[in-house]
C-alpha cells in the first residue's frame, strides 16, 4: 500500500505542478495585459487549487505511513530525513495554505487588475515555496 501511495503522490505532483504553472502564467498574462477577468480565468484558478488541496491529501496520507514521513521526525541531523519528515511537508502546508488564501481573496475583489494581481502574488509564492522543496533526488 505505501508504494502505491508513493507513487501516485510522486505522479500526480507533476498534475498539480502543471495546474499550478498554468493558472501562475495565466494570472501574469492576465495582469500584464489588462484584460477582463472571465469564467475561464476563474476555472484555470481553481483547478490549480483542486490539483494542490489533493496533492496535500495524498502527502498527508503518505506522510503518517512511510518510514520517510513522520517515523523519522526528529533525526535532524540527516539531511535527507529532515527534508521528507519536516521541511517538505511544512513549506508545502504553507504554499498551500498561500493557495487557499489567494483563492479566497479573489472572491472579495472586485476589478480584474486585482484579481490577476492577487492571484499573480499567492500562487506564484505557493509555487515558488513548493517548487523549493520538492526532493528531487527522488524523483529522478
Known amino acids: ?3 502505491f501511495i508513493q507513487k501516485f503522490h510522486s505522479g500526480w505532483a507533476y498534475l498539480a505542478l ?12 492576465g495582469m500584464a495585459s489588462k484584460k477582463e477577468f472571465t469564467s475561464k ?3 484555470i484558478a ?4 483542486i490539483g494542490t488541496h489533493t496533492q496535500l491529501l495524498i502527502g498527508l496520507i503518505l506522510y503518517f505511513v512511510s518510514p520517510l514521513g513522520f517515523a ?12 521528507t519528515s519536516l ?20 472572491k472579495k475583489l472586485t476589478t ?7 492571484f499573480s502574488i499567492f500562487y506564484g509564492l505557493g509555487l515558488l515555496l513548493i517548487l523549493s522543496r520538492i526532493p528531487w533526488s527522488m524523483w529522478f
Open 18 to 29: 502543471l495546474l499550478l504553472v498554468v493558472a501562475v502564467v495565466n494570472s501574469f498574462i
Open 87 to 106: 521541511e517538505h511537508p511544512l513549506i508545502n502546508i504553507i504554499a498551500i495554505t498561500l493557495i487557499t488564501i489567494g483563492w479566497s481573496k479573489h
Open 41 to 43: 480565468d476563474r476555472k
Open 46 to 49: 481553481l483547478f490549480g487549487l
Open 112 to 118: 480584474s487588475e486585482s484579481k490577476f494581481k492577487t
Open 1 to 3: 500500500m505505501y508504494e
Open 72 to 83: 523519522s521526525l526528529g533525526q535532524m541531523s540527516d539531511k535527507a530525513l529532515r527534508l
